[in-house]
């Protein structure tokens, strides 16, 4: 039996999944697909196993069900432009916009060919978490006289304050008392990690930053163990994702 705190965490994204649906019909924007994790081709489900885009939200084309293709994700535009691109985004006239000229997006305009589904017109809104988790909620409608434009202007920041939450609550309410698991590294730990991260090895490092290598072993095993992982590729990984390890590192 899930404790008392989850089910209230699962009550609060139900609340939330059909806050989602008013805002798409609000919107004019009444489809919606949305995604927790985008690298795992599970569907969003509610605390008794039902898939949310089976019971919930609705497709243009009903007999689309995207959920149930592992591969779907690899042939979508729309979560090509996610992987790519944090900020809420959106979909019109072919093509994809955001408030500001965005360099991934207009590759993906230029370069890029997908099948749009039906989609004439859309908002995006990527929910990048911790440890690397990306996911997103779509609304979208098959209306190509939807003035999309101006309803992103007016009400993005909203839209994504709300595929958030949607998500976070999802993921905390599946995960429990384990989504609580924090991960402390040291200074010593956090340079040793980076110089791996560049391709050192241990006596390398040792040299580079004037310690022993032991002393490296050591710093590396320890942030191994909190970063619970077993190997150095894993904990470059993870730690980059925690960001600890920036994009110019060292």
């Not at 008392?4 to 649906?21: G, I, K």
């Not at 609580?180 to 930053?209: F, H, M, P, S, Y």
């Amino acid at each position: 039996m899930a404790p008392p705190e989850q089910d209230t965490l699962w009550s609060e994204f139900q609340v939330l999944a059909d806050a989602v649906v008013a805002a798409g019909e609000d919107i004019n924007l009444p489809y919606i697909a949305a995604a927790s994790d985008i690298g795992d081709p599970h569907p969003l489900r509610d605390k008794d196993g039902r898939i949310l885009a089976e019971t919930k939200f609705r497709w243009i084309d009903p007999k689309l069900e995207y959920w149930k293709d592992p591969a779907f994700a690899l042939r979508s535009g729309f979560i090509l432009a996610v992987r790519h691109c944090s900020e809420p985004f959106f979909f019109s006239d072919g093509a994809f916009r955001s408030w500001r000229r965005n360099y991934a997006l207009d590759a993906i305009n230029h370069e890029a060919e997908f099948d749009t589904y039906g989609v004439a017109s859309a908002i995006i809104c990527p929910c990048y978490s911790p440890r690397g988790v990306v996911g997103a909620v779509v609304w979208a409608s098959d209306d190509p006289n939807t003035k999309v434009g101006e309803v992103f202007e007016r009400q993005a920041a909203e839209l994504h304050t709300l595929a958030l939450k949607f998500l976070s609550t999802y993921r905390d309410a599946r995960a429990g008392a384990q989504a609580a698991n924090l991960v402390d590294l040291t200074r010593r730990e956090i340079v040793c990690l980076k110089w791996a991260a560049a391709g050192k090895t241990d006596a390398e490092i040792a040299t580079i930053i004037g310690v022993s290598q032991p002393t490296v072993r050591f710093h590396l095993t320890n942030a191994f163990r909190k970063l619970g992982v077993s190997g150095r590729s894993q904990a470059v990984r993870l730690a980059t994702n925690l960001g600890y390890i920036g994009e110019a590192s060292p």
